[in-house]
C-alpha cells in the first residue's frame, strides 16, 4: 500500500460525449478536466493529457499508471482511450488498469436500492447493467452489461431487486418512455455522464489489489460490433 501512495497516475474517460482527464498522485486527485462535448477526444485528448502533467511539475515518462474507461460506449472514443493506453505503456512503461464504463456511470447514482446505467445502442435496445446498493459498501454489480430492451431490462431490475430502479446515463434521452412504462426513475441529467475521477478512483481500488490489464491484449468493451463493422460482414456473407 505505502509504495503505492506516490503513483503519478493518468485516468481518462472518453465513453461518452463528456469526456475528462484526471491527473492524480496516488488516491488524491490533483487536477480533472472536462474535455469539450463534441466527441473530439482524437484531436483533445494527448494535448489535455500533456498539459495537465506538464502543469503538475511532472516529466511525461514519470508517469507511472493509466487507468481508463473500456466501455461499451462511443466506439471511436473508446479506441481512442485504448490506443492511448497502449501507446503510453509501450514508451515509458506505465501500468494500465481498465475500467467498465457502466461501473463508472452507476457510481453517480446516490439514491436508489437497485442502479441501472443506460447507453443508447440504437435499435431500440441499450447497453446496460443494473447494481445493487449494500449499505456502506455501496453497489455491487448484480448483472453484467448487455444488449437489452430498456423496458423488460428495467422491469426485471425493479423485481429481482424488490426496490427502486434509478436509471442514469446518456441513453436516457433516447428511452424515457420505455423507462417509464418499466417503472424506473430518472436521475438528474447532471449525474449522466461517467467522470474522470471515478475511473481514477475505481481504477486505483482495482490497482490495489494487483488488477492491472495487459496493454498488449488490451480491447475496448464493445459488447456488439460497431455498425460500420456489422454491414460490412453482412455484406461479405460473416466473414
Known amino acids: 500500500m505505502y509504495e503505492m501512495l506516490g503513483k503519478k497516475i493518468v485516468a481518462i474517460e472518453t465513453s461518452g460525449r463528456q469526456g475528462s482527464v484526471v ?18 477526444h482524437a484531436v483533445e485528448l494527448m494535448p489535455t493529457i500533456q498539459t495537465m502533467v506538464a502543469a503538475a511539475g511532472w516529466e511525461a515518462k514519470s508517469i507511472e499508471h493509466v487507468y481508463l474507461s473500456l466501455g461499451p460506449g462511443s466506439f471511436t472514443g473508446l479506441r481512442i482511450a485504448v ?10 512503461g506505465c501500468r494500465v ?13 446516490q439514491e436508489g436500492e437497485v442502479v441501472v446505467p443506460i447507453l443508447d445502442a440504437k435499435r431500440g435496445q441499450v447497453f446496460a447493467a443494473r447494481y445493487e446498493r449494500e ?8 448483472q453484467a452489461a448487455a444488449l437489452v430492451d430498456p423496458e ?11 426496490g427502486q430502479v434509478a436509471v442514469l446515463g ?8 420505455a423507462i417509464t412504462a418499466g417503472g424506473g426513475i430518472e436521475l438528474p441529467r447532471e449525474l449522466w455522464a461517467g467522470r474522470a ?4 478512483r475505481l481504477g486505483w ?10 496493454p498488449a491484449t488490451l480491447l475496448p468493451i464493445y459488447i456488439r460490433l460497431p455498425e460500420a463493422e456489422e454491414v460490412w460482414r453482412r455484406k461479405h456473407g460473416g466473414k
Open 197 to 200: 475521477s471515478v475511473v481514477h
Open 135 to 142: 449499505g456502506e459498501r455501496g453497489l455491487r454489480l448484480a
Open 23 to 40: 491527473v492524480a498522485m496516488g488516491e488524491q486527485v490533483l487536477s480533472e478536466r472536462v474535455l469539450l462535448p463534441t466527441l473530439r
Open 205 to 214: 481500488e482495482r490497482a490495489l489489489r494487483g488488477e492491472f490489464s495487459d
Open 83 to 92: 490506443a492511448v493506453a497502449r501507446s503510453m505503456s509501450q514508451a515509458i
Open 97 to 109: 488498469v481498465g475500467v467498465p464504463s457502466l461501473d463508472v456511470i452507476a457510481q453517480n447514482a
Open 170 to 177: 446518456e441513453g436516457v434521452d433516447y428511452h424515457r418512455a
Open 152 to 162: 423488460s431490462f428495467v422491469r426485471e431490475a425493479a423485481e429481482i431487486g424488490g
